[in-house]
């Protein structure tokens, strides 16, 4: 799933400057956990006047053998203050952080860092130097996140950058940013989560009484039977097509409970026999539970010392 926002420039992947420097990565992989954790950093920015309107970070993952793909599994936040004449970087707490990961036996190293704004500009080239230097000789990509949306819904763009020096002199405000393709990678367990935070947020509903709740839950079970019952019987006649997928289902929630006895004339004598026999298997399982309390209780009884 692409995470960038419609663009037309060119993906470009150059050669390398030099012999020490790396080819840089065509490909840009990203975990949903790291989105969610840049989107909360930016919510939880300073709101004074003072304060930037975007917030940095650090991109933890790892390279692939060839280095052509990057795996964006991490990230924390930087501390930084910017404004039109200056910027500064909490560089001592960003290796702090370094260094605290590495005692907790974290894996990934860093990879690059992100910015919570949709647009480049000279700054973005001091910062992205620095961390060239911390990524060496492996080149450092950049993500600009897109954290505004529009009536229409556009909006929260992910794109990622690498960049490449410019002029016979290199110097680390001049370079120039080169797109790299973005992609968000999930496990297919992750995909639940992601489907519910996706989804419209549910309407809430007032809380009741347990005996109406109770009643109600029973209501729409006997309503959900009917539906099935009606089903089969339409099946029967020939009156309605036959699912295959929605008789999987019928057999799997009474198929254990067919009579085998081989009277097909009693429907409901395999059910009813199916549930003695669960509340039998109920029965016998909570009465071992309690010999077992009760044979515990005795035997401390008796190591006790007599008074």
């Known amino acids: 799933m692409s995470l960038d926002t ?19 990565p065509t490909l840009i992989t990203i975990h949903p956990s ?17 304060s930037s309107s975007r917030v940095i970070g650090t ?41 605290l990961l590495g005692k907790t036996g974290a894996k990934e190293s860093i990879v690059g860092w992100y910015a919570t704004h949709p647009t480049l500009n000279a700054y973005s080239a001091l910062i992205q130097n620095y961390f060239t230097g911390e990524t060496s000789p492996h080149p450092s990509i950049h993500l600009t996140i897109d ?3 529009d009536p229409s819904g556009k909006g929260l763009g992910i794109k990622g ?27 297919d367990s992750e995909r639940a989560a992601l489907d519910l935070l996706t989804a419209p947020a549910p309407t809430p509903s007032p809380s009741l009484p347990p005996l109406p709740t ?24 020939g009156s309605q097509k036959p699912d295959p997928e929605v008789g999987r289902y019928l057999l799997e929630g009474l198929g254990r409970w067919s009579s085998t006895d081989g009277n097909s004339n009693e429907d409901e004598g395999g059910i009813k026999a199916g549930l003695q026999d669960t509340l039998t298997v109920s029965y016998l399982s909570n009465l071992v539970r309690s010999q077992v309390e009760l044979a515990g209780r005795l035997a401390l009884l008796q190591q006790t010392p007599a008074q």
């Open 161 to 187: 950058w690498v960049s490449t020096q410019l002029g016979l002199s290199p110097k680390a405000e001049n370079c120039v940013f080169l797109p790299v393709p973005v992609v968000i990678k999930y496990a």
């Open 214 to 237: 109770l009643s109600a839950s029973l209501t729409q079970l006997s309503t959900l039977i009917d539906q099935c019952l009606q089903y089969v019987q339409n099946v029967n006649s």
């Open 59 to 99: 991109l933890m993952g790892s390279r692939s053998d060839n280095g052509q793909e990057v795996d964006v599994r991490a990230c924390f936040a930087v501390p930084h203050k910017e404004d039109e004449n200056q910027i500064a970087v909490d560089m001592p707490f960003q290796q702090g952080m370094m260094q």
């Open 34 to 50: 790291v989105v969610a954790s840049i989107l909360t950093h930016h919510s939880r920015r300073p709101t004074e006047a003072d």
């Open 147 to 149: 954290t505004e949306l």
């Open 6 to 24: 419609s663009s037309s420039a060119i993906h470009l992947n150059l050669p390398p400057t030099s012999s020490t420097q790396l080819r840089p």
